[in-house]
């Protein structure tokens, strides 16, 4: 392990609570505080020490771990505790955009605290799913000090760089696409409930292929690179080809809201190529350089 031996754990609900169980099981004394004392009780079941204070769970231990709904509740919590934190390390679990998550950085160092940032990507709160990682940014020198406590918690570690934000940027973007691709997929599934086929069939035959999404994310990144993809004969197919899903969803009465936002990203590129007389691809229309 390290000198973390023994933590705190700020924040209990489900990542919070996966974080303690991972540190337990991982031989870790954790010390734990939550505004719901029934959470806290929870965790002193599975062997963990109770704090009846911000104040007495940072002085329990020198590292502190916060798993928070975002960045703005952090401000309340610690300032619970002392103004004057040094000689703690704050390491900020919390989910929040990279601008708020330096402003945070910059706030927990002017108390006199060390700070890193950390950003789960799992399946939901199984830590310790293969695919889970834990995204980290922060001073190098301060993360290869903790690194051996952070790699109990999820299989993966990645550090991505000095800068505080970085982890929620990664994190975000991943987010972005997940929230997309899992209401695109309930979608998909009303579409072939709704009609009154086997929602396990098509399950299986988008399963089938996994390569093919790895294939796609490595091109459209490549196209991406070089200003986005598509010709204009392209983005009028797409936008012929969403009109095909927003039709077959509203004969079987599933909401098409998701493809018409989509059909209008192609809308919006074949808008814009006409005003520049050449292709503007949908990436652009999202990086705001289609003028």
Do not use: C
């Amino acid at each position: 392990m390290s000198a973390d031996n023994s933590v705190t754990v700020i924040g209990l609900g489900p990542m919070g609570q996966a974080t303690v169980k991972a540190l337990l099981a991982a031989g870790v004394d954790v010390t734990v505080w939550n505004r719901t004392r029934s959470k806290i009780d929870a965790m002193v079941e599975l062997g963990a020490t109770p704090a009846d204070t911000v104040a007495e769970a940072i002085a329990a231990n020198d590292t502190v771990l916060l798993s928070l709904i975002h960045y703005d509740a952090m401000y309340g919590v610690l300032e619970q505790g002392p103004a004057d934190l040094t000689g703690k390390t704050v390491v900020n679990l919390s989910s929040d955009s990279p601008a708020k998550t330096r402003k945070g950085a910059e706030w927990v160092t002017g108390r006199g605290a060390d700070f890193l940032t950390g950003a789960y990507m799992t399946q939901s709160d199984d830590l310790k799913h293969a695919a889970s990682r834990l995204y980290v940014s922060g001073p190098e020198a301060l993360y290869e000090a903790h690194r051996p406590l952070l790699e109990v918690l999820v299989p993966g570690v990645e550090y991505l760089g000095t800068d505080h934000g970085l982890a929620q940027l990664y994190y975000q973007a991943g987010l972005a696409q997940f929230h997309a691709f899992l209401i695109s997929f309930e979608q998909a599934v009303a579409i072939i409930d709704a009609a009154g086929e086997d929602v396990d069939r098509f399950v299986a035959f988008s399963q089938a292929s996994p390569e093919s999404y790895r294939d796609f994310m490595a091109y459209f990144a490549a196209a991406a690179k070089q200003g986005g993809w598509g010709d204009t004969a392209n983005l009028r197919m797409m936008h012929a080809g969403a009109q095909h899903v927003i039709d077959a969803a509203e004969e079987v009465g599933v909401d098409a809201a998701l493809t018409r936002t989509i059909q209008d990203y192609y809308q919006r590129a074949l808008d814009a190529s006409a005003r520049a007389g050449s292709a503007v691809p949908v990436y652009r229309i999202l990086r705001g350089t289609a003028a």
